[in-house]
């Protein structure tokens, strides 16, 4: 499965961003997915994950209410739609998908297979 994230940039504190994940050499159907994200010096750390269906959801507190993960598998992308941007939501965004499961994913050494990352910038 290759990744490829689009949609990052800058934008001011309060605004909004929305990034999208599309996926090639397989379909997206078998495979759970998440967004991940890593500001300078920090670890990657999870930021949403959602099922193979699409039907579940998760989220970090930090973004819970802001942030919406979402998926269509016909079209084999994945969405980040962020809200309420804050300056400490500012890092290299990153899609990852691993095998559906029974299980809900949450760390990065979980995952299989990473796009190469998209930079947001949220200025206050």
């Known amino acids: 499965v290759e990744l490829v994230e689009s949609g990052g940039g800058g934008v001011q504190a309060g605004g909004s961003l929305r990034l999208s994940c599309s996926a090639s050499g397989r379909t997206l159907s078998r495979y759970a997915m998440a967004w991940f994200r890593q500001a300078p010096g920090k670890e990657r750390e999870y930021v949403a994950v959602i099922n193979w269906s699409g039907r579940s959801t998760y989220y970090a507190d930090s973004v819970e209410g802001r942030f919406t993960i979402s998926r269509d598998n016909a079209k084999n992308t994945m969405w980040l739609q962020m809200n309420n941007l804050k300056s400490e939501d500012t890092g290299v965004y990153y899609c990852?998908?691993?095998?559906?499961?029974?299980?809900?994913?949450?760390?990065?050494?979980?995952?299989?297979?990473w796009g190469q990352g998209t930079q947001v910038t949220v200025s206050s």
């Open positions: 990852a998908a691993v095998r559906a499961s029974y299980s809900v994913n949450y760390y990065p050494n979980e995952y299989d297979y």
